[in-house]
Structures are given as structure tokens and as C-alpha cells.
């Protein structure tokens, strides 16, 4: 689902899979009521914002191998604003990989995140969680995040990867309290 004019959602809003993008600028999506999403990909983009201000955690509740979900700000002004998530969970299944990412001059705010996890449960080969701050004033806000797991990581099999946290072209991601990294 694109939204292209200010739209709210007053009552519960709840999404499984798929994707919600806020496209525009000046447009504002917001779900003011009980919210929960597991398995979708959240995106602002070109001077947007997406707002979900009850949402308390994100699952990448994956059904099938190889999924990736997104939660991207792409833009100068976009901005993906899910302060009150405190936990970011990866997804079960085979080469599953949630991209987190802040594109030419958009902002991610989950500063209210403490723990990202990739579960040492399900299938762990080749799954990653991966953050990305590219471009100037892009940022990605994680200044609660005290932990971050990826169980597969650094482990001398050759059926892994390592999740990521890559800063660029004066990106900025935001973890000054990250004291347990584990992987």
C-alpha cells in the first residue's frame, strides 16, 4: 500500500506482511490507535513521514526462506518514526534479512529500541539484520539499543553471514549506549 496525502488511522491498526509506504513530501501517514506489524516493510520516502507511535516491538515474521523486509527513511525530510519500538526481532526461516536503513538525508527514529535480535532458533544460515546510514544528515536513530545479537555470526561455518552496521558518506547511526554485542 503507497499513501500519497496525509492519512491517519485513528482506531487498532495491525499489518502482517506486505509493505506501507508514506510517499511525498509534506505526507503524513500516522496510526494513532493499538498498533502491531510483524512482517511488513515500513517505508518513507521523498519528504514523508510514517509514524507509528504504539508500536511496541517489530517481528520479521517470515512464512518462507529468503525474505527480506525493509524499514526505510529514502529522502531528504522522510522520516520512519518508531521511537516506542523497544525490541527489533529478525525472522525464523533460511536467509531471512531485515534491512534497516536511512537514505540520502531520511531518518529511521527507533530510539526507544534497547535489543536487536536474530534468534538462535529457526533456521540461522545466511540471516542477517542489517543497518545502513547512507548519505548526508541520514540517520538512524538507536540511542537506546544496549544489545544487539546475531547468533550466527563470527562462527567458522561456511553457511553464515554477519549482520552489519555501515555508516556512510557522512551517515550517522546513533547507538552511543551499545555495550553487548553478541555473535
Known sequence: LTVTSNSTVSGAFS?????????????????????????????????????????TSYT??????????????????????????????????????????????GKVDLRGVTQIIDPSSGDTRFRTVDITADGASSLVDLTGLTSFSDMQARRSTSDRRDSTNTPKNSGTIQAPALSVLTG
Request: hydrophobic share 40%.
Open 15 to 55: 499489518m502482517t506482511g506486505g509493505s506501507l509506504t508514506a510517499q511525498g513530501t509534506g505526507v503524513a501517514f500516522a496510526a494513532s490507535g493499538a498498533t502491531t506489524v510483524g512482517g511488513a516493510s515500513l517505508i518513507a520516502s521523498g519528504g514523508a513521514t510514517l509514524s507509528l507511535p504504539n508500536l
Open 60 to 105: 520479521n515474521t517470515t512464512s518462507v526462506n529468503s525474505q527480506i523486509r525493509s524499514l526505510i527513511a529514502t529522502g531528504t525530510g522522510s522520516v520512519l518514526e518508531l521511537r516506542n519500538v523497544t525490541t527489533v526481532t529478525n525472522g525464523l526461516d533460511f536467509d531471512t534479512h531485515l534491512s534497516i536503513s536511512a537514505l540520502a538525508g
